[in-house]
Protein backbone atom coordinates (compact mmCIF):
# COMPACT_ATOMS: atom_id res chain seq x y z
CA UNK A 1 0.00 0.00 0.00
CA UNK A 2 1.71 3.21 -1.11
CA UNK A 3 2.41 6.16 1.79
CA UNK A 4 -0.80 8.13 1.06
CA UNK A 5 -3.52 5.91 0.76
CA UNK A 6 -1.53 4.01 3.94
CA UNK A 7 -2.60 7.06 6.08
CA UNK A 8 -6.11 7.61 4.36
CA UNK A 9 -8.45 5.45 3.39
CA UNK A 10 -10.26 4.10 6.82
CA UNK A 11 -11.92 6.85 9.03
CA UNK A 12 -9.91 5.50 11.93
CA UNK A 13 -7.39 7.36 10.17
CA UNK A 14 -8.59 10.52 11.01
CA UNK A 15 -8.28 10.38 14.71
CA UNK A 16 -4.78 11.86 14.40
CA UNK A 17 -5.82 14.89 13.04
CA UNK A 18 -8.95 15.47 14.30
CA UNK A 19 -7.38 15.21 18.03
CA UNK A 20 -4.64 17.73 16.81
CA UNK A 21 -7.10 19.77 15.77
CA UNK A 22 -9.06 20.26 18.75
CA UNK A 23 -5.78 20.20 20.90
CA UNK A 24 -5.04 23.65 19.02
CA UNK A 25 -8.54 24.75 18.98
CA UNK A 26 -8.38 24.24 23.03
CA UNK A 27 -4.90 26.03 23.04
CA UNK A 28 -6.25 28.94 21.32
CA UNK A 29 -8.89 29.26 23.58
CA UNK A 30 -6.27 28.80 26.72
CA UNK A 31 -4.82 31.51 25.22
CA UNK A 32 -7.15 33.60 24.20
CA UNK A 33 -8.62 33.44 27.98
CA UNK A 34 -5.40 33.90 29.66
CA UNK A 35 -5.13 37.21 27.77
CA UNK A 36 -8.50 38.29 28.52
CA UNK A 37 -9.57 36.69 31.38
CA UNK A 38 -13.29 38.51 31.00
CA UNK A 39 -13.96 36.51 28.22
CA UNK A 40 -14.97 33.28 30.47
CA UNK A 41 -18.11 34.54 31.21
CA UNK A 42 -18.51 35.45 27.48
CA UNK A 43 -19.76 32.61 24.70
CA UNK A 44 -15.98 31.43 24.36
CA UNK A 45 -15.27 31.00 27.44
CA UNK A 46 -18.58 28.68 27.93
CA UNK A 47 -17.54 26.73 24.61
CA UNK A 48 -13.68 26.45 26.50
CA UNK A 49 -15.24 25.27 29.79
CA UNK A 50 -16.59 21.99 28.37
CA UNK A 51 -13.61 21.31 26.08
CA UNK A 52 -11.19 18.48 27.74
CA UNK A 53 -8.17 19.96 28.53
CA UNK A 54 -9.17 23.15 29.53
CA UNK A 55 -11.11 22.98 33.02
CA UNK A 56 -7.89 21.75 34.97
CA UNK A 57 -7.02 23.75 37.79
CA UNK A 58 -3.74 24.56 35.97
CA UNK A 59 -5.59 25.44 33.11
CA UNK A 60 -7.56 28.09 35.34
CA UNK A 61 -4.84 29.69 37.07
CA UNK A 62 -2.35 29.48 33.88
CA UNK A 63 -4.39 29.68 31.04
CA UNK A 64 -1.52 31.11 28.59
CA UNK A 65 1.41 28.19 29.73
CA UNK A 66 -1.60 25.33 29.16
CA UNK A 67 -2.54 26.79 25.36
CA UNK A 68 1.09 26.76 24.74
CA UNK A 69 1.46 23.01 25.81
CA UNK A 70 -1.87 21.92 23.72
CA UNK A 71 -0.69 23.54 20.62
CA UNK A 72 2.51 21.72 21.08
CA UNK A 73 0.85 18.67 21.69
CA UNK A 74 -1.11 19.18 18.75
CA UNK A 75 1.69 19.14 16.67
CA UNK A 76 3.03 15.77 18.20
CA UNK A 77 -0.69 13.86 17.69
CA UNK A 78 -0.78 15.22 13.92
CA UNK A 79 2.27 13.82 13.16
CA UNK A 80 0.95 10.24 15.47
CA UNK A 81 3.53 10.46 17.89
CA UNK A 82 3.16 7.31 20.30
CA UNK A 83 4.19 9.45 23.26
CA UNK A 84 1.94 12.10 22.75
CA UNK A 85 -1.12 9.65 22.65
CA UNK A 86 0.29 8.08 25.92
CA UNK A 87 0.22 11.44 27.57
CA UNK A 88 -2.99 12.16 26.60
CA UNK A 89 -4.10 8.62 27.53
CA UNK A 90 -3.40 9.45 31.05
CA UNK A 91 -4.56 13.20 30.99
CA UNK A 92 -8.18 12.76 29.93
CA UNK A 93 -9.21 9.79 32.85
CA UNK A 94 -7.56 12.12 35.25
CA UNK A 95 -9.69 15.05 33.94
CA UNK A 96 -12.69 13.41 33.88
CA UNK A 97 -12.19 12.04 37.71
CA UNK A 98 -11.43 15.56 38.80
CA UNK A 99 -14.28 17.16 37.31
CA UNK A 100 -16.40 14.50 38.47
CA UNK A 101 -15.87 14.52 41.87
CA UNK A 102 -15.79 18.45 41.93
CA UNK A 103 -19.41 18.18 39.63
CA UNK A 104 -18.04 21.71 38.47
CA UNK A 105 -18.30 20.51 34.60
CA UNK A 106 -19.63 17.14 34.06
CA UNK A 107 -20.12 17.79 30.66
CA UNK A 108 -16.22 18.45 30.16
CA UNK A 109 -15.96 15.35 31.96
CA UNK A 110 -18.35 13.21 29.60
CA UNK A 111 -16.53 14.62 26.69
CA UNK A 112 -13.27 13.44 28.59
CA UNK A 113 -13.97 9.84 28.87
CA UNK A 114 -15.52 9.54 25.26
CA UNK A 115 -12.41 11.40 23.87
CA UNK A 116 -10.27 8.96 25.97
CA UNK A 117 -12.04 5.82 24.64
CA UNK A 118 -11.98 6.83 20.72
CA UNK A 119 -7.81 7.26 21.60
CA UNK A 120 -7.66 3.86 22.84
CA UNK A 121 -9.43 2.51 19.95
CA UNK A 122 -7.23 4.59 16.94
CA UNK A 123 -4.24 3.18 19.56
CA UNK A 124 -2.80 2.02 16.21
CA UNK A 125 -2.89 4.81 14.36
CA UNK A 126 -0.07 6.50 16.65
CA UNK A 127 3.07 4.74 16.09
CA UNK A 128 5.67 7.71 15.48
CA UNK A 129 9.03 6.82 17.21
CA UNK A 130 10.52 9.61 18.89
CA UNK A 131 14.20 9.60 19.12
CA UNK A 132 15.14 7.62 22.40
CA UNK A 133 17.66 9.80 23.21
CA UNK A 134 15.26 12.87 23.46
CA UNK A 135 13.88 11.25 26.71
CA UNK A 136 16.63 11.58 28.60
CA UNK A 137 17.17 15.15 27.52
CA UNK A 138 14.10 16.33 28.44
CA UNK A 139 14.86 14.63 31.92
CA UNK A 140 18.22 16.16 32.52
CA UNK A 141 16.04 19.73 30.56
CA UNK A 142 13.52 19.05 33.33
CA UNK A 143 15.99 19.01 36.27
CA UNK A 144 18.81 21.27 35.63
CA UNK A 145 16.34 23.98 34.31
CA UNK A 146 13.99 23.62 37.18
CA UNK A 147 16.53 23.71 39.85
CA UNK A 148 17.77 27.00 37.63
CA UNK A 149 14.06 28.53 38.13
CA UNK A 150 13.81 27.61 42.19
CA UNK A 151 17.24 29.38 42.98
CA UNK A 152 16.67 32.32 40.05
CA UNK A 153 12.39 32.36 42.01
CA UNK A 154 13.99 32.31 45.98
CA UNK A 155 16.50 35.21 44.98
CA UNK A 156 13.29 37.49 42.96
CA UNK A 157 11.32 36.63 46.20
CA UNK A 158 14.11 37.15 48.73
CA UNK A 159 14.87 40.65 46.87
CA UNK A 160 11.52 42.05 47.72
CA UNK A 161 11.32 40.99 51.50
CA UNK A 162 10.19 44.73 51.95
CA UNK A 163 6.90 44.29 50.68
CA UNK A 164 5.94 41.17 51.77
CA UNK A 165 3.93 40.98 54.77
CA UNK A 166 5.35 39.62 57.86
CA UNK A 167 8.57 37.61 58.03
CA UNK A 168 7.95 34.23 55.58
CA UNK A 169 10.09 31.12 56.50
CA UNK A 170 12.73 29.92 53.87
CA UNK A 171 10.06 26.94 53.59
CA UNK A 172 7.13 29.46 53.11
CA UNK A 173 9.65 30.93 50.50
CA UNK A 174 10.74 27.78 48.51
CA UNK A 175 6.69 26.55 48.52
CA UNK A 176 5.50 29.77 46.84
CA UNK A 177 8.52 29.37 44.37
CA UNK A 178 7.40 25.71 43.63
CA UNK A 179 3.82 26.90 43.35
CA UNK A 180 4.43 30.07 41.15
CA UNK A 181 6.05 27.93 38.79
CA UNK A 182 3.00 25.95 38.07
CA UNK A 183 0.86 29.45 37.93
CA UNK A 184 -0.56 29.02 40.78
CA UNK A 185 -0.52 31.31 43.88
CA UNK A 186 2.07 30.83 47.27
CA UNK A 187 1.96 31.51 50.78
CA UNK A 188 3.92 34.89 50.15
CA UNK A 189 2.02 37.74 50.19
CA UNK A 190 3.03 41.30 48.72
CA UNK A 191 1.99 44.60 50.24
CA UNK A 192 2.73 46.05 46.55
CA UNK A 193 0.41 44.75 44.14
CA UNK A 194 3.10 45.74 41.43
CA UNK A 195 6.15 43.56 43.36
CA UNK A 196 3.62 40.49 43.59
CA UNK A 197 2.21 40.70 39.59
CA UNK A 198 6.03 40.99 39.38
CA UNK A 199 7.01 37.80 41.03
CA UNK A 200 3.96 36.35 40.13
CA UNK A 201 4.70 36.35 36.05
CA UNK A 202 8.10 35.98 36.63
CA UNK A 203 7.72 32.20 37.76
CA UNK A 204 4.74 31.55 35.61
CA UNK A 205 7.63 32.78 32.63
CA UNK A 206 10.27 30.85 33.98
CA UNK A 207 7.71 27.80 34.60
CA UNK A 208 6.21 28.15 31.10
CA UNK A 209 9.82 28.19 29.65
CA UNK A 210 10.74 24.99 31.66
CA UNK A 211 7.34 22.93 29.99
CA UNK A 212 8.03 24.06 26.78
CA UNK A 213 11.72 23.14 26.48
CA UNK A 214 10.99 19.19 28.59
CA UNK A 215 7.80 18.62 26.33
CA UNK A 216 10.00 19.89 22.77
CA UNK A 217 12.95 17.45 23.81
CA UNK A 218 10.50 14.78 24.74
CA UNK A 219 8.20 14.61 21.19
CA UNK A 220 10.98 16.07 19.00
CA UNK A 221 11.21 13.43 15.82
CA UNK A 222 14.20 11.03 15.73
CA UNK A 223 17.17 12.62 14.40
CA UNK A 224 19.62 9.77 13.21
CA UNK A 225 23.37 10.38 13.22
CA UNK A 226 23.94 9.54 9.54
CA UNK A 227 26.78 7.97 8.59
CA UNK A 228 27.58 4.93 6.02
CA UNK A 229 29.52 2.02 7.49
CA UNK A 230 31.90 0.10 5.76
CA UNK A 231 29.51 -2.59 4.73
CA UNK A 232 26.74 -0.59 3.16
CA UNK A 233 29.49 1.57 1.25
CA UNK A 234 30.98 -2.15 -0.17
CA UNK A 235 27.70 -3.36 -1.13
CA UNK A 236 26.90 0.37 -2.37
CA UNK A 237 30.12 0.45 -4.68
CA UNK A 238 29.18 -3.43 -5.52
CA UNK A 239 25.97 -1.76 -7.12
CA UNK A 240 27.25 1.32 -8.64
CA UNK A 241 30.13 -1.11 -10.17
CA UNK A 242 27.19 -3.00 -11.91
CA UNK A 243 24.82 -0.07 -12.73
CA UNK A 244 26.42 2.99 -12.04
CA UNK A 245 25.53 4.17 -15.77
CA UNK A 246 22.06 4.86 -14.77
CA UNK A 247 22.44 7.98 -13.32
CA UNK A 248 24.88 10.77 -12.98
CA UNK A 249 24.44 11.19 -9.67
CA UNK A 250 24.55 7.56 -8.48
CA UNK A 251 28.19 7.95 -6.82
CA UNK A 252 27.05 10.95 -4.58
CA UNK A 253 25.31 8.01 -2.59
CA UNK A 254 28.55 7.15 -1.44
CA UNK A 255 28.72 10.66 0.96
CA UNK A 256 30.11 9.49 4.34
CA UNK A 257 27.23 11.59 5.96
CA UNK A 258 24.08 9.55 4.53
CA UNK A 259 22.25 6.64 5.91
CA UNK A 260 21.40 3.66 3.50
CA UNK A 261 18.30 1.20 3.02
CA UNK A 262 18.43 -2.14 1.23
CA UNK A 263 15.59 -3.45 -0.99
CA UNK A 264 14.56 -6.94 0.75
CA UNK A 265 16.93 -8.68 -2.53
CA UNK A 266 20.28 -6.25 -1.60
CA UNK A 267 19.97 -5.79 -5.47
CA UNK A 268 19.05 -1.88 -5.17
CA UNK A 269 19.43 0.97 -2.29
CA UNK A 270 18.08 4.57 -1.27
CA UNK A 271 20.25 6.85 0.04
CA UNK A 272 18.96 9.36 2.49
CA UNK A 273 19.69 11.61 5.42
CA UNK A 274 16.83 12.86 7.99
CA UNK A 275 17.30 16.50 8.11
CA UNK A 276 14.47 18.88 10.06
CA UNK A 277 12.02 16.05 10.36
CA UNK A 278 12.52 15.26 6.33
CA UNK A 279 14.03 11.80 4.97
CA UNK A 280 15.55 12.99 2.03
CA UNK A 281 17.07 11.14 -0.68
CA UNK A 282 19.04 12.08 -3.38
CA UNK A 283 18.76 11.41 -7.56
CA UNK A 284 17.02 8.04 -8.57
CA UNK A 285 17.75 4.22 -6.43
CA UNK A 286 20.80 2.83 -6.84
CA UNK A 287 20.91 -0.84 -8.48
CA UNK A 288 18.51 -3.23 -10.16
CA UNK A 289 15.46 -1.29 -11.61
CA UNK A 290 13.40 -4.19 -10.79
CA UNK A 291 14.59 -4.54 -7.50
CA UNK A 292 13.50 -0.40 -6.87
CA UNK A 293 10.15 -0.62 -5.78
CA UNK A 294 11.60 -2.75 -2.73
CA UNK A 295 13.98 -0.31 -1.66
CA UNK A 296 11.20 2.55 -2.25
CA UNK A 297 8.49 1.16 0.06
CA UNK A 298 11.27 0.27 2.63
CA UNK A 299 11.95 3.96 2.71
CA UNK A 300 8.54 4.80 2.73
CA UNK A 301 7.59 2.85 5.47
CA UNK A 302 10.62 4.03 7.50
CA UNK A 303 9.49 7.24 7.11
CA UNK A 304 6.28 6.20 8.44
CA UNK A 305 7.20 4.79 11.41
CA UNK A 306 9.01 7.59 12.24
CA UNK A 307 6.42 10.10 11.06
CA UNK A 308 9.32 11.80 8.62
CA UNK A 309 7.94 13.66 5.64
CA UNK A 310 9.69 11.39 2.42
CA UNK A 311 10.93 13.36 -0.14
CA UNK A 312 13.20 13.01 -3.08
CA UNK A 313 15.14 15.48 -5.18
CA UNK A 314 17.11 15.41 -8.01
CA UNK A 315 15.55 12.52 -9.24
CA UNK A 316 15.42 11.78 -13.00
CA UNK A 317 12.59 10.74 -15.24
CA UNK A 318 13.29 6.84 -14.39
CA UNK A 319 13.28 7.32 -11.08
CA UNK A 320 10.99 9.67 -10.86
CA UNK A 321 8.25 7.32 -12.41
CA UNK A 322 9.12 4.39 -9.67
CA UNK A 323 8.89 7.05 -7.01
CA UNK A 324 5.35 8.63 -7.82
CA UNK A 325 3.88 4.59 -8.84
CA UNK A 326 5.45 3.02 -5.38
CA UNK A 327 4.62 5.57 -3.33
CA UNK A 328 1.78 7.98 -5.14
CA UNK A 329 3.72 10.46 -4.50
CA UNK A 330 4.17 14.23 -6.52
CA UNK A 331 6.72 15.28 -8.73
CA UNK A 332 7.95 18.49 -9.05
CA UNK A 333 10.44 19.44 -12.34
CA UNK A 334 12.84 21.68 -10.92
CA UNK A 335 15.37 22.20 -13.52
CA UNK A 336 17.53 20.38 -16.03
CA UNK A 337 21.52 18.36 -15.91
CA UNK A 338 23.43 19.83 -18.78
CA UNK A 339 25.03 16.31 -20.32
CA UNK A 340 27.89 16.56 -23.31
CA UNK A 341 28.14 13.92 -25.39
CA UNK A 342 31.96 13.99 -25.97
CA UNK A 343 31.97 12.60 -29.45
CA UNK A 344 29.95 15.57 -30.62
CA UNK A 345 31.83 17.58 -28.93
CA UNK A 346 33.71 20.12 -31.32
CA UNK A 347 35.22 23.67 -31.01
CA UNK A 348 34.59 24.17 -34.59
CA UNK A 349 31.41 26.22 -35.61
CA UNK A 350 29.50 29.79 -34.68
CA UNK A 351 27.93 27.80 -31.44
CA UNK A 352 30.82 27.38 -30.11
CA UNK A 353 32.62 30.44 -31.16
CA UNK A 354 32.66 32.26 -27.43
CA UNK A 355 34.17 29.26 -26.20
CA UNK A 356 36.89 29.17 -28.23
CA UNK A 357 38.12 32.89 -28.39
CA UNK A 358 38.07 32.43 -24.27
CA UNK A 359 40.32 28.91 -24.26
CA UNK A 360 42.85 30.66 -26.85
CA UNK A 361 42.54 33.72 -25.36
CA UNK A 362 43.50 31.75 -21.68
CA UNK A 363 46.03 29.81 -23.06
CA UNK A 364 47.60 32.80 -24.75
CA UNK A 365 48.63 34.36 -20.80
CA UNK A 366 50.30 31.14 -20.02
CA UNK A 367 47.48 28.73 -18.61
CA UNK A 368 47.98 24.82 -19.39
CA UNK A 369 45.51 21.87 -18.24
CA UNK A 370 46.75 18.52 -16.88
CA UNK A 371 44.01 15.59 -16.87
CA UNK A 372 44.74 12.85 -14.26
CA UNK A 373 43.30 10.09 -12.73
CA UNK A 374 43.32 10.46 -8.81
CA UNK A 375 44.43 7.15 -7.93
CA UNK A 376 47.87 8.63 -10.47
CA UNK A 377 48.03 11.76 -7.93
CA UNK A 378 50.90 11.46 -5.47
CA UNK A 379 50.00 12.55 -1.90
CA UNK A 380 51.57 15.65 -1.90
CA UNK A 381 49.66 16.30 -5.20
CA UNK A 382 46.63 15.71 -3.45
CA UNK A 383 47.29 17.61 -0.57
CA UNK A 384 48.22 20.50 -2.57
CA UNK A 385 45.00 20.56 -4.47
CA UNK A 386 42.96 19.71 -1.60
CA UNK A 387 44.15 22.44 0.69
CA UNK A 388 43.97 24.46 -2.80
CA UNK A 389 40.27 24.26 -3.43
CA UNK A 390 39.35 24.47 0.17
CA UNK A 391 40.86 27.87 0.42
CA UNK A 392 39.06 29.12 -2.61
CA UNK A 393 35.88 28.05 -1.33
CA UNK A 394 33.47 30.91 -1.29
CA UNK A 395 31.16 29.84 1.13
CA UNK A 396 32.72 28.70 5.38
CA UNK A 397 30.83 25.30 4.69
CA UNK A 398 31.07 22.69 2.77
CA UNK A 399 27.82 22.59 0.34
CA UNK A 400 26.51 19.68 -1.25
CA UNK A 401 24.11 16.63 -0.71
CA UNK A 402 23.15 15.06 -3.43
CA UNK A 403 25.17 16.36 -6.19
CA UNK A 404 28.01 16.57 -4.19
CA UNK A 405 30.80 14.41 -2.90
CA UNK A 406 31.68 16.06 0.16
CA UNK A 407 35.60 15.36 -0.45
CA UNK A 408 38.63 14.86 -2.18
CA UNK A 409 41.54 12.84 -2.33
CA UNK A 410 40.12 9.60 -0.55
CA UNK A 411 41.90 7.06 -1.90
CA UNK A 412 38.62 4.74 -2.33
CA UNK A 413 38.08 7.43 -4.84
CA UNK A 414 40.69 6.33 -7.31
CA UNK A 415 38.31 6.35 -10.53
CA UNK A 416 37.77 10.07 -10.10
CA UNK A 417 38.73 12.70 -12.84
CA UNK A 418 40.93 15.57 -11.96
CA UNK A 419 41.71 18.54 -14.11
CA UNK A 420 43.77 21.65 -13.09
CA UNK A 421 44.83 24.68 -14.62
CA UNK A 422 48.50 25.84 -14.24
CA UNK A 423 50.24 29.05 -14.96
CA UNK A 424 53.02 28.23 -16.91
CA UNK A 425 54.12 31.34 -17.98
CA UNK A 426 53.64 35.29 -17.32
CA UNK A 427 52.36 37.58 -20.41
CA UNK A 428 55.79 39.13 -20.10
CA UNK A 429 57.21 35.23 -20.43
CA UNK A 430 57.84 34.71 -16.84
CA UNK A 431 58.43 31.19 -15.95
CA UNK A 432 56.46 29.53 -12.34
CA UNK A 433 56.51 26.66 -10.71
CA UNK A 434 54.57 23.92 -12.11
CA UNK A 435 53.08 23.52 -8.66
CA UNK A 436 51.11 26.97 -9.10
CA UNK A 437 47.74 25.27 -9.42
CA UNK A 438 44.88 28.27 -10.83
CA UNK A 439 41.83 26.23 -10.50
CA UNK A 440 40.53 22.68 -10.53
CA UNK A 441 37.81 20.35 -11.68
CA UNK A 442 36.74 16.88 -10.19
CA UNK A 443 34.83 14.66 -12.18
CA UNK A 444 33.16 11.12 -10.12
CA UNK A 445 32.50 8.43 -12.26
CA UNK A 446 29.48 7.84 -13.95
CA UNK A 447 29.83 3.89 -14.79
CA UNK A 448 32.23 2.67 -16.48
CA UNK A 449 31.84 5.40 -19.67
CA UNK A 450 30.79 8.32 -18.05
CA UNK A 451 31.96 11.24 -15.81
CA UNK A 452 29.54 13.69 -13.28
CA UNK A 453 31.20 16.94 -12.33
CA UNK A 454 31.83 17.36 -8.72
CA UNK A 455 33.85 20.15 -8.39
CA UNK A 456 34.79 23.16 -10.15
CA UNK A 457 36.65 25.84 -8.25
CA UNK A 458 38.97 28.39 -9.16
CA UNK A 459 41.45 31.43 -7.55
CA UNK A 460 39.47 34.67 -8.31
CA UNK A 461 42.88 36.42 -8.81
CA UNK A 462 43.06 34.29 -12.01
CA UNK A 463 42.40 35.11 -15.58
CA UNK A 464 38.34 35.07 -16.65
CA UNK A 465 37.87 32.21 -18.82
CA UNK A 466 39.76 29.18 -16.86
CA UNK A 467 36.37 27.56 -16.32
CA UNK A 468 35.73 27.00 -20.09
CA UNK A 469 39.28 26.29 -20.95
CA UNK A 470 38.81 23.37 -17.69
CA UNK A 471 36.29 21.79 -19.64
CA UNK A 472 36.90 22.27 -22.58
CA UNK A 473 40.17 20.13 -21.92
CA UNK A 474 38.29 17.44 -19.96
CA UNK A 475 36.13 17.08 -22.78
CA UNK A 476 38.77 16.51 -25.52
CA UNK A 477 41.01 14.01 -23.07
CA UNK A 478 37.74 11.99 -22.61
CA UNK A 479 38.33 9.32 -24.90
CA UNK A 480 41.85 9.14 -24.07
CA UNK A 481 40.10 7.49 -20.70
CA UNK A 482 37.10 5.85 -21.99
CA UNK A 483 34.60 8.53 -21.65
CA UNK A 484 31.99 9.03 -23.89
CA UNK A 485 29.90 11.44 -21.60
CA UNK A 486 30.19 14.40 -19.35
CA UNK A 487 27.32 15.45 -17.01
CA UNK A 488 28.18 18.80 -16.24
CA UNK A 489 25.87 21.23 -14.08
CA UNK A 490 22.37 21.55 -13.12
CA UNK A 491 20.67 24.72 -14.09
CA UNK A 492 17.58 25.41 -11.98
CA UNK A 493 14.17 26.09 -13.72
CA UNK A 494 16.31 26.20 -16.94
CA UNK A 495 13.11 25.33 -19.29
CA UNK A 496 11.04 28.17 -17.46
CA UNK A 497 14.22 30.84 -18.22
CA UNK A 498 14.42 29.20 -22.11
CA UNK A 499 11.09 29.17 -22.87
CA UNK A 500 10.46 32.57 -21.26
CA UNK A 501 12.56 34.59 -23.78
CA UNK A 502 11.35 32.70 -26.60
CA UNK A 503 8.81 34.49 -29.26
CA UNK A 504 4.84 33.80 -28.07
CA UNK A 505 5.92 33.25 -24.83
CA UNK A 506 2.88 33.82 -22.10
CA UNK A 507 2.42 36.49 -19.45
CA UNK A 508 2.71 34.34 -16.99
CA UNK A 509 5.86 32.81 -18.01
CA UNK A 510 7.53 36.01 -18.58
CA UNK A 511 6.73 37.13 -15.00
CA UNK A 512 8.07 33.44 -13.49
CA UNK A 513 11.31 34.23 -15.75
CA UNK A 514 11.20 37.68 -14.58
CA UNK A 515 11.21 36.19 -11.14
CA UNK A 516 13.98 34.07 -12.11
CA UNK A 517 16.36 36.83 -13.63
CA UNK A 518 15.64 39.37 -10.43
CA UNK A 519 16.86 36.10 -8.23
CA UNK A 520 19.99 35.87 -10.32
CA UNK A 521 21.30 38.61 -8.53
CA UNK A 522 21.87 36.71 -5.71
CA UNK A 523 21.76 33.00 -6.71
CA UNK A 524 23.55 31.74 -9.89
CA UNK A 525 20.45 30.70 -11.50
CA UNK A 526 20.45 32.26 -15.00
CA UNK A 527 24.37 32.61 -15.25
CA UNK A 528 24.74 28.79 -14.75
CA UNK A 529 22.25 28.07 -17.17
CA UNK A 530 23.77 30.08 -20.03
CA UNK A 531 27.09 29.24 -19.06
CA UNK A 532 26.26 25.52 -19.30
CA UNK A 533 24.52 26.29 -22.63
CA UNK A 534 28.03 27.48 -24.27
CA UNK A 535 28.83 23.71 -24.48
CA UNK A 536 25.64 22.42 -26.69
CA UNK A 537 24.35 20.08 -23.63
CA UNK A 538 21.35 17.81 -23.87
CA UNK A 539 19.07 18.75 -21.25
CA UNK A 540 17.90 15.92 -18.92
CA UNK A 541 14.97 17.16 -16.39
CA UNK A 542 15.59 16.60 -12.50
CA UNK A 543 12.65 16.41 -10.16
CA UNK A 544 11.78 16.69 -6.72
CA UNK A 545 9.42 14.10 -5.47
CA UNK A 546 6.71 14.98 -2.43
CA UNK A 547 3.77 13.73 -0.38
CA UNK A 548 1.77 16.78 -0.91
CA UNK A 549 1.73 20.42 -1.60
CA UNK A 550 1.36 21.52 1.74
CA UNK A 551 4.91 19.63 2.88
CA UNK A 552 7.16 21.88 0.12
CA UNK A 553 7.92 24.69 2.37
CA UNK A 554 9.46 21.86 5.26
CA UNK A 555 10.91 20.29 2.26
CA UNK A 556 12.51 22.96 1.23
CA UNK A 557 13.70 24.12 4.27
CA UNK A 558 15.30 20.43 4.71
CA UNK A 559 16.79 20.64 1.50
CA UNK A 560 18.29 24.52 1.55
CA UNK A 561 19.71 22.49 5.50
CA UNK A 562 21.07 19.80 3.88
CA UNK A 563 22.64 21.01 1.05
CA UNK A 564 24.36 23.92 3.98
CA UNK A 565 22.36 27.68 2.28
CA UNK A 566 20.99 27.09 5.72
CA UNK A 567 23.30 26.85 8.94
CA UNK A 568 22.94 27.75 12.54
CA UNK A 569 25.50 30.32 13.73
CA UNK A 570 27.35 28.27 15.72
CA UNK A 571 28.59 26.28 12.62
CA UNK A 572 29.15 28.97 10.93
CA UNK A 573 31.61 30.29 13.54
CA UNK A 574 33.20 27.50 13.62
CA UNK A 575 33.34 27.00 10.17
CA UNK A 576 35.15 30.30 9.98
CA UNK A 577 37.28 29.39 12.78
CA UNK A 578 38.58 26.55 11.01
CA UNK A 579 39.16 28.26 7.66
CA UNK A 580 40.92 30.85 9.54
CA UNK A 581 43.35 28.12 10.52
CA UNK A 582 43.63 26.48 7.42
CA UNK A 583 44.44 29.96 5.80
CA UNK A 584 47.80 29.61 7.99
CA UNK A 585 49.03 26.57 6.21
CA UNK A 586 51.92 27.09 3.74
CA UNK A 587 50.88 27.68 0.40
CA UNK A 588 53.21 27.94 -2.90
CA UNK A 589 51.14 31.69 -3.30
CA UNK A 590 48.18 33.89 -2.06
CA UNK A 591 44.94 32.47 -2.96
CA UNK A 592 42.41 34.24 -3.03
CA UNK A 593 39.27 32.47 -0.60
CA UNK A 594 36.77 32.91 -4.20
CA UNK A 595 33.93 31.16 -5.30
CA UNK A 596 34.47 29.71 -9.11
CA UNK A 597 33.56 32.55 -11.88
CA UNK A 598 32.16 31.70 -15.44
CA UNK A 599 30.29 33.41 -18.48
CA UNK A 600 34.14 34.88 -19.34
CA UNK A 601 33.74 36.50 -15.66
CA UNK A 602 34.09 36.74 -11.82
CA UNK A 603 30.86 35.38 -11.09
CA UNK A 604 29.22 33.02 -13.11
CA UNK A 605 29.66 29.39 -12.56
CA UNK A 606 29.49 27.43 -9.56
CA UNK A 607 31.87 26.77 -6.71
CA UNK A 608 30.69 23.07 -6.46
CA UNK A 609 28.54 21.22 -8.71
CA UNK A 610 25.01 22.43 -9.26
CA UNK A 611 24.68 24.66 -6.43
CA UNK A 612 22.96 26.79 -7.80
Known amino acids: MSYRTRNAHSLRSRVPGLAAWAALLIGILDIVRGLAPGLRASRIGVIASVLPGAVTTLAETASLLVGILLIMLAHALRRRKARAWRAVVVLLPVDAVIEGLRW ?19 RGEFYALSDPRSRWRALWNLLALGAFDVAIGWILVASHHRTVVGRPSFGDQIRHVVLGLFGLEGPVVFTSERAGDLVYFSLAGLGALTAVTTIYLALRPERPVAALSEDDERRLRALLDRYGRQDSLGYFALRRDKSVIFSPSGKAAVAYRVVAGVMLAGGDPIGDPEAWPGAIRRFLEEARRHAWVPAVIGCGEAGGQAWTREGDLDALEIGDEAVVDVAGFTLEGRALRNVRQMVKRVERLGYTCRVRRAGDLSEAEREHIGDAADLWRGTETERGFSMALGRFGDPADAGCLVVTAHRAATPEGEQTPDGDIRAVLHFVPWGADGISLDLMRRDREADPGLNELLIVRALQAAPDFGVTRVSLNFAMFRSALARGERLGAGPVLRAWRGVLVFLSRWFQIESLYRFNAKFQPVWEPRFLVYPAARDLPRIGVAALRAEAFLTSPGLRWAGGLLRRRR ?27 RTA
Do not use: I, K, Y
Not at 584 to 599: E, F, H, M, W, Y
Open 104 to 122: RHPVAASVSLLLFAVLVAG
Open 583 to 609: RQTPVPRPLSDAVVGGNGGPDGAPESR
